[in-house]
């Protein structure tokens, strides 16, 4: 029984490190499609047909992600808006946006 729980609680790691992976390549891709969109002014689209491509569906699903079209759509906003990933996951940029909100929401 010991043995059972080690290696399901081993394969529930492996496959969590899997998913982190493939998060990754889809932080990457959307770095990849700011970069575009500053240079060429076509990032969303490019993001777009990433992520309706298969490969870019079987990414998406690797990373715990529904490949639908909303999500489509989140991204090709998130590109849009031209903050990279790492920036957007930062304390300070999460800091800055909720003070914006606040400020909004008052006046």
Known sequence: ????????????????????LFAAVVLAALDDAIADDKKYGNGPEQIARWARSRD???VLSCAGID??????????????K????SVALS??????RNAAEQEARAA
């Open 91 to 96: 304390r300070e940029e999460s800091e800055r």
């Open 1 to 20: 029984m010991r043995d059972f729980v080690d290696g399901t609680a081993f394969n529930n790691e492996q496959g969590n490190r899997a998913r982190k």
């Open 67 to 80: 490949p639908n079209e909303r999500v489509v759509g989140g991204l090709m906003e998130f590109v849009g």
């Open 82 to 85: 031209g903050v990279r990933t």
């Open 56 to 58: 870019g569906r079987e």
